[in-house]
């Protein structure tokens, strides 16, 4: 099994433009959008933070927090997002463990519950979070699922 590392941006923040990066290759947002909101975490303008997970210098998995990842519940907030792992290390329990990371981190600092919008079905419930209502995404034909972690 890897040996894989688990930080914050804070902890790496050399790695915010390799982060950004990242993120955009994987979910085609503009790096720069992705850019504001890790210097705005890194500089402490806000708590809602980027965690990452590590094998070696390479980032193998990642996801974010915001305010309001593109949907209709503005008062839902802040939003994991871009929770994603690269299919060469799926099924080895990394995006558990990401989550795992920003719901204590977010806790610690006051800031629960948190929320977060997805096709999926089965996967976030193992990790505590529930089904909460349905929301309409920017842009998007039908609505999508909306989680929250207590």
Not at 86 to 99: F, M, N, P, T, V
């Amino acid at each position: 099994m890897p040996e894989y590392t688990y930080i914050t941006l804070r902890q790496r923040p050399e790695l915010k433009e390799t982060a950004a990066n990242w993120f955009h290759e994987r979910w085609g947002i503009p790096a720069r959008a992705y850019l504001e909101c890790m210097t705005d975490y890194i500089d402490r303008r806000t708590e809602n933070g980027w965690y990452l997970c590590m094998l070696g210098d390479r980032i193998v998995g990642g996801l974010g927090v915001i305010e309001n990842d593109f949907h209709d519940r503005k008062d839902l907030s802040p939003n994991v997002c871009a929770v994603y792992t690269d299919e060469a290390y799926r099924g080895q329990g990394i995006a558990g463990r990401l989550l795992d990371l920003v719901v204590g981190d977010m806790k610690e600092k006051g800031i629960s519950p948190l929320y977060l919008v997805t096709d999926h079905t089965g996967f976030y419930e193992r990790y505590g979070w529930e089904f909460y209502c349905m929301a309409q995404g920017d842009g998007e034909p039908e609505p999508t699922r909306l989680y929250i972690h207590r």
